[in-house]
Nanobody, 121 residues
Framework: QVQLVESGGGLVQAGGSLRLSCAAS????????MGWFRQAPGKEREFVAA????????YYADSVKGRFTISRDNTKNTVYLQMNSLKFEDTAVYYC??????????????WGQGTQVTVSS
């Protein structure tokens, strides 16, 4: 069992940066792939970024490639999402998830409650 708690969301102007954190409880964190997803009002939840159990091979949605960076620290049971050059369209609730190393919602078994990111234009 893995419990996930996101933090770091907030209000930022377009062009600004935020770093999201996702703290995991449970001894199996380091064996899981981790992902970040987001859901804007009226839209489906969409993939943002994923990273494998060792922190290698991160990959990103095309919409955030070059602006967002996913990383993890297995000694702290934490995964991060550094978001730079934020755009209005990045506004959403951001969720972290633990499971397989994939870009599909059903690749993940455990989900956090989400943290709101609002980008003002």
């Amino acid at each position: 069992q893995v419990q996930l708690v996101e933090s770091g969301g907030g209000l930022v102007q377009a062009g600004g940066s935020l770093r999201l954190s996702c703290a995991a409880s449970g001894r199996t964190f380091s064996s899981h792939g981790m992902g970040w997803f987001r859901q804007a009002p009226g839209k489906e939840r969409e993939f943002v970024a994923a990273i494998n159990w060792s922190g290698a091979s991160p990959y990103y949605a095309d919409s955030v490639k070059g602006r967002f960076t996913i990383s993890r620290d297995n000694t702290k049971n934490t995964v991060y999402l550094q978001m730079n050059s934020l755009k209005f369209e990045d506004t959403a609730v951001y969720y972290c998830a633990a499971g397989l190393f994939g870009r599909r919602i059903y690749d993940y078994d455990y989900w956090g409650q989400g943290t709101q990111v609002t980008v003002s234009s």
